[in-house]
């Protein structure tokens, strides 16, 4: 079972998460709060969390360093969704122990885009690295005269 742990104290925000993860094949469980977070965590072992940047009861920067802090058995990923593109905030996410971060507003295909680079580093416990380089975007050099 590929478990995903989702975490924001907007329930359109978790709702839309939620959707977009039960289409890959994920099962979802929600929570709005840091304290909630760090409890799933530790009594489900997911594979992956979406960490929002405000909970209810503190920042997401928060409850992800003290997720990591407690070392969670099976060590899961965690993608931090900033609000737009606060570069800033996803730097600290990054240094409190996140994986990656993705900037809302983002499509389904930012988000597969996201989850191969994870499986490709070995981050999502349960899921194969890709076997060729789909992990790498297919980008060229295009020089204008």
């Keep these: 079972m590929r478990l995903c742990l989702i975490a924001d104290r907007s329930d359109l925000s978790r709702r839309d998460l939620a959707r977009l993860m039960v289409a890959r094949g994920y099962t979802v469980v929600t929570v709005a709060t840091g304290a909630d977070l760090l409890h799933e965590a530790k009594l489900l072992q997911p594979a992956l969390m979406l960490v ?40 600290d996410a990054v240094v409190a122990g996140a994986d990656d971060y993705i900037a809302q507003p983002f499509d389904g295909d930012m988000l597969d885009f996201k989850l191969t680079q994870l499986a490709a580093r070995g981050r999502l ?21």
């Design 52 to 91: 929002g940047t405000h909970l209810t009861d503190e920042s997401g920067i928060c409850a992800i360093s003290r997720v990591r802090q407690t070392r969670v058995v099976g060590h899961p990923a965690v993608l931090y969704v900033a609000q737009g593109l606060a570069s800033d905030t996803a730097f």
């Design 125 to 145: 416990v349960g899921e194969p690295a890709p076997q060729t380089d789909a992990a790498a975007p297919n980008l060229r050099l295009v020089r204008r005269a």
